[in-house]
Nanobody, 124 residues
């Protein structure tokens, strides 16, 4: 079992930055690929970013490419999502996810463990 707890969400104006954190516990963190997903009101949950076990490979949704950066610190059992130049359409509940896998995926079904999420609201 892996427990995931997100933090760092909040209410910001368009153009601002936020950094989300996801702290993991329970297993060897470096054995898990990690992802960030988000769900806006009335919409399906969507992939935001993924990162490999060692942090050497990352992937982003087209909508956040160039604005968001995913990273991880395996010594601290934490994955981050740096979000810059936020837009109102980024408003959503952001969840981190983990899976004991060799490669990360953009699919929800590829992750066995999920956090509760943190709300990000971007005003115009």
């Amino acid at each position: 079992q892996v427990q995931l707890v997100e933090s760092g969400g909040g209410l910001v104006q368009a153009g601002a930055s936020l950094r989300l954190s996801c702290a993991a516990s329970g297993r060897t963190f470096s054995n898990y690929v990690m992802g960030w997903f988000r769900q806006a009101p009335g919409k399906e949950r969507e992939f935001v970013a993924g990162i490999s076990r060692d942090g050497g490979r990352t992937s982003y949704a087209d909508s956040v490419q160039g604005r968001f950066t995913i990273s991880r610190d395996n010594a601290k059992n934490t994955v981050y999502l740096q979000m810059d130049n936020l837009k109102p359409e980024d408003t959503a509940v952001y969840c981190c996810a983990a899976d004991y896998a060799f490669r990360y995926t953009t699919l929800e079904t590829g992750y066995a463990y999920w956090g509760q999420g943190t709300q990000v609201t971007v005003s115009s």
